[in-house]
């Protein structure tokens, strides 16, 4: 083991952060008790639910499947909205820990309003989400780079806060160079990937049925299942952008070396969802400690030193 002891704390965008390991949002985050929680937890932010404008209660049940590959779900947004969250603010920050909000209007002018009452109720940073994949007759806006765009030129106008976009998964590189040029010329901040991969499907073959109730049985995809989709999206934003934003690598981080993992593709911090869900908060403490023994091992004294050390394979000609 190399000589350090490593911190695992990081800095985006100015804030500072005192474990580079968050909970992603979704995950625990819904009501004012599960807040505190992750308040008291080794989590390195609270990152709020998503909120909508009004209160959701969500997709019908079953909404949710964890399997040893990974998770599939149908959430649907469930969440107190934001006046509930926008107000709970001030008492989040005496844990003593950033918070970050998310936000995902519904209707005409929702981002605006409710990014303008989080950058009053004292946030640190907002995540604008462009890609949850459960709400009936609601597309991704993420995939569409023209409605994208002015979405984030409308938010930009509204916080001063370093806002961050949680993006879709992207296959093609078309996508990501889309998306890059609407993140750059709409003066986003950081880079939140990925999303559940939606509209997969799960199925019990001893009974022959699909896992969770709603849309049809499809839903979004998250731990395992994504992890390299996810370190794929993480690198290419990392080199598409030059390593010009912060990322906030999500996607199937169950142990310090995924997100050690997620580090070296070019992320800053990681989210966890799916394992949150799984283990609770305590899941923190171990990933923290995981983490810090793996920076070690590898002689990186932060999280920062290992960001995109990425090294190629040598190839030889066939
Ligand atoms: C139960 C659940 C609820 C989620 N809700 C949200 C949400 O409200 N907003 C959001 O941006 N992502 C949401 N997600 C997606 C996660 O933030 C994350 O991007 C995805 O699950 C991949 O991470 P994982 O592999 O650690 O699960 C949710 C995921 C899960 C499992």
């Not at 779900?73 to 107190?80: A, C, T």
């Not at 171990?286 to 190629?312: F, I, M, S």
Request: negative net charge; glycine residues 12%.
């Amino acid at each position: 083991m190399a000589d350090i002891e490593a911190s695992i704390a990081t800095e985006i965008c100015g804030v500072k952060f005192p474990s580079a390991v968050f909970n992603a949002a979704g995950a625990k985050d819904v009501s004012l008790e599960d807040l505190d929680a992750l308040g008291q937890s080794e989590a390195g932010a609270i990152v709020i639910k998503t909120a909508t404008k009004e209160f959701r209660a969500g997709n019908d049940l079953p909404r949710w499947h964890a399997d040893g590959s990974g998770s599939l779900n149908s959430m649907g947004l469930p969440n107190l909205g934001y006046e509930r969250y926008a107000a709970a603010v001030p008492r989040l920050k005496e844990h003593g820990k950033p918070v970050i909000a998310s936000v995902s209007g519904i209707g005409e002018g929702d981002n605006e309003l409710m990014l303008a009452a989080y950058d009053k109720a004292g946030v640190d940073m907002v995540e604008v989400n462009l890609s949850c994949p459960n709400i009936a007759g609601k597309g991704q806006l993420g995939y569409d780079y023209a409605a994208s765009r002015k979405m984030l030129e409308n938010c930009r106008r509204v916080t001063k806060l370093p806002m961050g976009v949680k993006l879709p998964p992207y296959f093609d590189r078309s996508q990501f160079e889309e998306m890059a040029a609407v993140l750059t010329e709409t003066g986003a901040d950081f880079v939140v990937t990925i999303n559940s991969i939606g509209n997969a499907l799960v199925i019990d073959p001893e009974t022959e049925e699909k896992v969770i109730a709603p849309n049809g049985g499809l839903g979004g995809l998250g731990g395992g299942y994504v992890k390299p989709t996810a370190l794929g999206n993480v690198h290419m934003f990392d080199q598409i952008l030059g390593g010009k934003l912060p990322i906030i690598g999500v996607g199937g981080v169950a142990a310090g070396t995924d997100a050690f993992e997620h580090l070296l593709a070019g992320a800053s911090a990681v989210g966890v969802g799916t394992a949150l869900v799984n283990e609770g908060p305590a899941v923190f403490m171990r990933l923290n400690a995981e983490l810090r023994t793996v920076l070690e091992e590898h002689g990186y004294a932060e999280p920062a030193a290992a960001r995109g050390k990425l090294k190629d394979k040598p190839g030889t000609s066939a």
